[in-house]
């Protein structure tokens, strides 16, 4: 099992940066890819960012490439999604998943989940 625990939401105006953690914890070889998705409001949830087991592969939706940074330290289990340039429209749970697909951005294919952090972008 591998358990996952989020951090670092809150409310940020328009243009405002934030920095999520997900720290990762249990048995975290069987699930070295990692990525953040998010749910906004009456909205499906939808993949966000993803990163290798390494950290030296990372992709995005196009929504937030340019403005988003995943990245983790393994040395602290840690994976972090610096956010900059925040608009209304990333109002959302942030989500935290592992999984073992590289590249990947379907829900179905991450098998643990965190309990998500709140994200409020105010205009």
């Known amino acids: 099992q591998v358990q996952l625990v989020e951090s670092g939401g809150g409310l940020v105006q328009t243009g405002g940066s934030l920095r999520l953690a997900c720290a990762v914890s249990g048995r975290t070889a069987s699930a070295p890819v990692m990525a953040w998705f998010r749910q906004g409001p009456g909205k499906e949830r939808e993949f966000v960012a993803g990163?290798?087991?390494?950290?030296?592969?990372?992709w995005y939706s196009d929504s937030v490439k340019g403005r988003f940074t995943i990245s983790r330290d393994n040395a602290k289990n840690t994976v972090y999604l610096q956010m900059n340039s925040l608009k209304p429209e990333d109002t959302a749970a942030y989500f935290c998943a592992a999984g073992v697909v590289v590249g990947a951005s379907l829900e179905s294919r991450y098998d643990y989940w965190g309990q998500g952090t709140q994200v409020t972008v105010s205009s």
């Open positions: 990163v290798n087991r390494s950290g030296g592969w990372t």
